[in-house]
């Protein structure tokens, strides 16, 4: 039934080495080709700086996933974009939020959701839902995972090689309370993974359209449920961390609301509320970066305004 849906999902954005710069409509981008790491890929990082920015000043860090789809439609795969320079610039301008830059960190096209599919919750699945979960088939011929999970693999690349190189690189605020990380989809997965495995890293998270179900379906999938008792036993402390979650109702986005309802009792049971939680349901929208895009601005203020 979802099979239609996948060419909606920034699954194979990643380009080449010198791939085109986007333009911008705002600020300045730093790009990064090629960016080591002992415990990944290497990638292309992008840098976005805001008008103005000064090294004299300290700035907030918006750590985002799929960093192709950020910025200019003209240079991802499918002529969509998050407009993060807009959104971020304006909002900058405007002095609603605090001063920030944003850490664009490309996908591994074939390992973008082996990467991102969160590590523990997979292990505690039985060894036989194990194997049977990697042999998923995002469509005919074309497996889902291309390898092991390595989502903490992933998570050590940001936080002990990309983390400490923007912050000796560029003038930023490197405490908690000043570095949030954002993504959609399974980008919405690995960064509400992110938080909960690096509390002391990460203050804020905004997971945007995120995917619960894991694969492309709902039916027969242990896959939420894992999710949610890894949720009950890991979610980070209220009173230092805000987390916002939203969805869609239409295309892929249609998958989500009763699991989006169960973690929503999760956080309310673990001492959340409106002061650092968030949820939105924005009807009829769809799985996609212009539907993102649109509604951008909310998770940043909930996180970043002043």
């Excluded at 405007?94 to 523990?120: L, M, S």
Aim: proline share 6%.
């Amino acid at each position: 039934m979802y099979l239609k849906l996948l060419c909606l999902l920034p699954i194979f954005g990643t380009l080449a080495a010198g791939a085109q710069q986007p333009e911008l409509s705002a600020g300045t981008l730093r790009r990064f080709e090629k960016f080591p790491s002992r415990f990944v890929d290497s990638r292309t990082v992008d840098v976005w700086l805001p008008v103005g920015y000064d090294s004299l000043k300290k700035y907030a860090v918006l750590y985002m996933h799929d960093g192709q789809m950020l910025f200019d439609a003209a240079t991802t795969w499918n002529k969509q974009e998050w407009g993060v320079d807009e959104t971020l610039g304006r909002l900058q301008a405007e002095g609603k939020i605090r001063d920030c830059i944003v850490v664009g960190i490309w996908n591994n096209a074939p390992k973008r959701h082996t990467e991102y599919f969160p590590q523990k919750p997979y292990e505690a699945l039985p060894k036989s839902r194990r194997k049977a979960l990697l042999k998923e088939y995002r469509s005919a011929n074309n497996p889902l995972f291309s390898g092991k999970i390595q989502s903490d693999s992933y998570l050590k690349f940001l936080v002990r090689e990309l983390k400490p190189f923007v912050d000796k690189e560029f003038s930023t605020h490197k405490d908690q309370s000043h570095t949030i990380i954002a993504g959609s989809s399974m980008g919405g997965l690995i960064s509400l993974y992110a938080i909960c495995e690096y509390p002391e890293v990460f203050g804020g998270a905004a997971c945007l359209s995120t995917h619960w179900t894991g694969i492309f379906r709902a039916e027969n999938n242990p896959v939420p449920g894992a999710f949610m008792q890894y949720l009950k036993k890991n979610l980070p402390d209220p009173a230092m961390h805000k987390i916002y979650f939203d969805h869609g109702t239409a295309t892929l986005d249609a998958l989500y609301p009763p699991f989006q309802k169960q973690a929503d009792d999760i956080m309310r049971a673990k001492g959340f509320s409106e002061a650092n939680w968030m949820t939105r349901v924005f009807e009829g929208e769809d799985h996609s970066e212009n539907a993102w895009k649109k509604r951008l601005e909310v998770p940043v203020l909930f996180l970043l305004g002043k």
